[in-house]
């Protein structure tokens, strides 16, 4: 299977804390590939490295074949590749139809993607009009990952997708995440090893900021003792 993103070895700083100190992912294209690890671990800063909002000072990224570090966020993101940060970041003031229109690259992207997104989300399609921040925290969450599918992004950057959020709500998004990889290629940080195992084809574990291992997702949920090792979750 091609990787459409090759991450080699990256070392970041944020300020004068040195935060990834080597880090590799290789992502295949149209799959689900999870970052895992503890709280502080480098997750975060590994896929704000990667657009670079937090640029790496060594190692390489690249992406369907082309080398990216050294771009500018706005260069990256054209390329092919949204984000959806933690805590959702939408505008609350603005309606659902305004966040998703303020995420287009080329005028009529959301036209042309508006009937898929409300085949993912269907309660898009019943808020349109309703202001961002009316939404349920669910709800939210939905309207943060459809902005990143208006521009046709062949690469999607999720961040923590479950958090806060009701059980039958992360079911919901779970089925929807999974239903992505029809249209592009998820690399996603997960805190909740549940959801990740669920989700995930491919793993890559992140400790102290380092890679320190990675593989097959249904290797990983046979390995107790590396599961306790490095998430100590069940």
Do not use: C, W
């Amino acid at each position: 299977m091609t990787n459409i993103l090759e991450v080699r070895d990256i070392h970041t700083y944020i300020g004068q804390f040195y935060i990834l100190q080597g880090v590799t992912v290789s992502v295949p294209a149209n799959s689900i590939t999870v970052l895992l690890g503890r709280n502080g671990a480098g997750k975060t800063t590994t896929l704000k490295s990667i657009l670079g909002l937090t640029a790496p000072r060594g190692g390489e990224v690249q992406f369907d074949g082309q080398k990216i570090g050294g771009k500018r966020p706005f260069d990256i993101a054209r390329l092919g590749i949204g984000y959806v940060p933690e805590h959702r970041a939408i505008f609350k003031s603005l309606s659902v139809r305004e966040n998703l229109e303020i995420a287009e690259r080329s005028k009529g992207d959301l036209d042309k993607r508006i009937e898929m997104i409300f085949d993912l989300f269907p309660d898009l399609k019943r808020l349109y009009q309703l202001p961002g921040g009316q939404l349920s925290g669910g709800q939210q969450q939905m309207l943060a990952i459809a902005r990143a599918l208006v521009p046709d992004n062949r690469l999607l950057l999720i961040d923590e997708p479950s958090e806060g959020l009701a059980p039958v709500i992360i079911e919901h998004l779970m089925n929807v995440i999974r239903k992505l990889t029809d249209h592009t290629t998820v690399l996603l940080v997960e805190q909740n090893f549940i959801v990740a195992r669920n989700l995930a084809t491919r793993y890559v574990i992140i400790e102290e900021g380092r890679s320190v291992h990675s593989g097959e997702m249904s290797a990983l949920v046979q390995d107790q003792a590396l599961i306790q090792r490095y998430l100590g979750a069940a």
